[in-house]
């Protein structure tokens, strides 16, 4: 019996932790993409059910209710959350599943899958962080106080992270984040069951 692993990527914002994810994404085709629901607005280039699936606040309260989420957050004023099903269908058919989610995310999947995976990316300093904020031209003065003091607050729970990348150079984070992934598929915990199929038990 092949599991697929659960995967979480999580760091504040403006690590890069997004870039990374994509890129992972692309170059390990076995590697899924799990699509969260939210309720901020689509940004122009984002597309429902590729980006995000985009719900009203009521429709998103319904599905809190039924039980439909693996984990949900509130960030930055949004709700954001993982759907369960979609997640334990592909897990099921042994497919590894990667989640992009924010710190309280990362801590409820942890809690209730103590197996799940968890990545932290971090800027080498907070300086080259609050560089990277400004550098994206999008943020007030306001929101990037805000972003620098989140980011703290965030390091500060490393504990929670089986793994911290230190996003100093992209190309070497994309291949470190790749390394950790293929060393989980070969961990004996991820191969248990097949090694007892194996002999029989
Ligand atoms: P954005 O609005 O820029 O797409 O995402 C804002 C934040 O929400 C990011 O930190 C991202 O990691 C987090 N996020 C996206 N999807 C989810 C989710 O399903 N659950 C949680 N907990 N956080 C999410």
Redesign the pocket.
């Known amino acids: 019996m092949k599991q697929g692993l659960l995967l979480i990527i ?1 760091g504040p ?1 403006g690590a890069g932790k997004g870039t990374i994810y994509n890129e992972v994404l692309n170059r390990m085709p076995s590697v899924k993409k799990s699509v ?1 629901v ?1 309720t ?1 607005a689509p940004r122009p280039h984002e597309k429902e059910g590729v980006h995000y699936y985009f719900k009203t606040l009521e429709e998103y309260q319904h599905m809190i209710a039924a039980g439909e989420f693996l ?1 949900t ?1 509130s ?2 004023s949004n709700y ?3 759907p369960k099903k979609h997640v334990f269908d592909l897990i099921e058919k042994g497919d590894d599943v990667m ?4 710190i ?2 990362a801590r409820q999947i942890k809690k209730r899958y103590p197996r799940a995976v968890s990545i932290f990316v971090m800027t080498p300093t907070f300086e080259i962080l609050e560089q990277r904020l400004r550098g994206r031209g999008t943020e007030t003065e306001d929101s990037i106080a805000r972003r620098l003091g989140s980011a703290r607050n965030e390091l500060s729970q490393y504990e929670l992270f089986d793994y911290i990348v230190f996003n100093e150079d992209l190309e070497k984070s994309v291949e470190s984040v790749i390394d950790i992934i293929k060393a989980e598929k070969c961990k004996m915990k991820t191969n248990e069951q097949r090694v007892k199929a194996l002999l029989g038990n």
């Open positions: 999580s914002s969260s939210t901020r984990e957050a960030v930055y954001y959350g993982t989640f992009e989610i924010d309280h995310g």
